[in-house]
């Protein structure tokens, strides 16, 4: 069974960075994949905010996180990261690794394209 393990969540003031890390598990990595972060909100629908196929090519993201979340992954595939630059407070909530064992589809956002999913590690941004 595929397994994605999240690391490196924690508190951080408005304006400050964090970077997550997924484990990726062979099982996944070894063939084709898409790569997302969704995220999970206070009294919020959880939400796709980046992906990337697994080939380190077709970086998406959100909106909301434009031009201050980058997407990437090691060379070796085994590992996934989400750099979150100029925390806002409405970035707050649960993160979560997800994989889809075919490259990202047009409608990237969607959760129903993942059969893989970590156990989530917690960003809390305080003004």
């Known amino acids: 069974q595929g397994q994605l393990v999240e690391s490196g969540g924690g508190s951080v003031q408005a304006g400050g960075s964090l970077t997550l890390s997924c484990a990726i598990s062979?099982?996944?990595?070894?063939?084709?994949?898409?790569m997302v972060w969704f995220r999970q909100t206070p009294g919020k629908e959880r939400e796709a905010v980046a992906a990337?196929?697994?080939?380190?090519?077709?970086?998406n993201y959100a909106d909301p996180v434009q031009g201050r979340f980058t997407i990437s992954q090691t060379n070796a595939k085994n590992t996934l990261y989400l750099q979150m630059n100029n925390l806002q407070v409405e970035d707050t909530g649960v993160y979560y690794c997800?994989?889809?064992?075919?490259?990202?589809?047009?409608?990237?956002?969607?959760?129903?394209?993942?059969?893989?999913w970590g156990q989530g590690t917690q960003v809390t941004v305080s003004s």
């Open positions: 997800a994989a889809a064992q075919h490259f990202c589809m047009a409608n990237w956002q969607m959760s129903s394209w993942y059969n893989y």
């Open positions: 062979k099982e996944i990595y070894y063939g084709n994949a898409c």
């Open positions: 990337i196929n697994n080939d380190g090519r077709s970086e």
